[in-house]
């Protein structure tokens, strides 16, 4: 993300500093979206509401945290990341996108399941939660390349412990899950990549 903003001309500063605001703040944001969505999931749903107010709190303040944790990542790379501070109307902007974001593929999710099995019993809450604590559990698991195997699994155990599929459609919504959305990742890049190719030839072609 960093080297992509760079190459648009934004600094190399706010390329990084961008990359890891937004993906710590669109964690947080998963994480409270499946504390307060996935309740039933829990079996202490006050201690799951707590702690869904304490990550609240923390975006609230992220944006005085944002340089230590640039340092913290720039020890890590081996190579200094001075970012400079932000304002908290960025992180809290970020924020409400990452929050809608999640509740809309959550939704999304529900409508694909419907798709599949022909219907989509259970509460749109707890297809919220149940998606996006499986992206999360996988995105997280850096031992296994897209999260593969660990949010499939996670997203079976889901749909059984919110009762909204049993183990075999489970297993099958889990597959059409990951292809569909990996088909999602893929076209919009191809299709961004071939709008570049033909904007880089116009000018060489009238030129000519």
Not at 4 to 19: C, D, F, K, L, Y
Not at 86 to 104: D, E, F, M, N
């Amino acid at each position: 993300m960093g080297v992509m903003a760079q190459q648009e001309g934004v600094s190399a500063i706010a390329a990084t500093g961008s990359a890891l605001v937004i993906n710590l703040v669109n964690l947080l944001a998963g994480v409270g979206v499946v504390l307060v969505t996935g309740a039933d999931f829990f079996e202490a749903p006050r201690a799951a509401a707590l702690l869904a107010f304490a990550l609240a709190a923390g975006i609230l303040v992220a944006p005085r945290v944002v340089q230590p944790v640039g340092r913290m990542a720039g020890r890590l790379m081996g190579r200094p990341i001075d970012i400079p501070p932000l304002p908290s109307r960025a992180i809290w902007l970020a924020s409400t996108g990452c929050l809608a974001a999640w509740l809309l593929y959550g939704v999304a999710f529900q409508l694909l399941v419907a798709g599949v099995l022909g219907r989509a019993p259970g509460r749109t809450t707890s297809y919220i939660a149940a998606f996006t604590g499986s992206y999360l559990l996988g995105y997280i698991a850096l031992f296994a390349p897209g999260g593969i195997g660990v949010r499939e699994g996670s997203l079976i155990v889901a749909l059984g412990r919110l009762g909204l599929a049993q183990a075999g459609a489970a297993g099958v919504i889990s597959v059409a899950s990951r292809l569909w959305l990996t088909v999602l990742e893929v076209l919009p890049g191809l299709g961004f990549l071939a709008l570049d190719a033909l904007a880089g030839r116009r000018p060489s072609s009238s030129r000519s």
